[in-house]
């Protein structure tokens, strides 16, 4: 149906950066809302950055002024651009993204496999 490709993923020491880029693929016809989230050992899968069709952008308190979320409808990707690294950004991180397929008027909300992210101090 939807697939969503995730990459740029690694290893970064504390205060680099890392750009994640996700790229959704399938019968789409427009996408919504696209957001990043993560997951750290032992806690909730968490919110980082959202942003709309029209380019509103909600950030996660803890990344605010260090991360830009990013959209190119064209290419139907989504990026982060994660700067000022912390150890505490260590965590697998998922792309979501939901919008409306093609025929019929179909929706749906996809989820990217997962990239590690690890914050070396």
């Known amino acids: 149906q939807v697939q969503l490709v995730e990459s740029g993923g690694g290893l970064a020491q504390a205060g680099g950066s890392l750009r994640l880029s996700c790229a959704a693929s399938?019968?789409?016809?427009?996408?919504?809302?696209m957001g990043w989230y993560r997951q750290a050992p032992g806690k909730q899968r968490e919110l980082v950055a959202t942003?709309?069709?029209?380019?509103?952008?909600n950030y996660a308190d803890s990344v605010k002024g260090r991360f830009t979320i990013s959209r190119d409808n064209a290419r139907n990707s989504v990026y982060l651009e994660m700067n000022s690294l912390k150890p505490e950004d260590t965590a697998v991180y998922f792309c979501?993204?939901?919008?409306?397929?093609?025929?019929?008027?179909?929706?749906?909300?996809?989820w990217g496999q997962g990239t590690q992210v690890t914050v070396s101090s």
């Open positions: 979501n993204a939901g919008g409306r397929l093609s025929g019929g008027f179909r929706i749906f909300n996809s």
């Open positions: 399938g019968s789409i016809i427009s996408i919504n809302d």
């Open positions: 942003i709309t069709s029209g380019g509103n952008t």
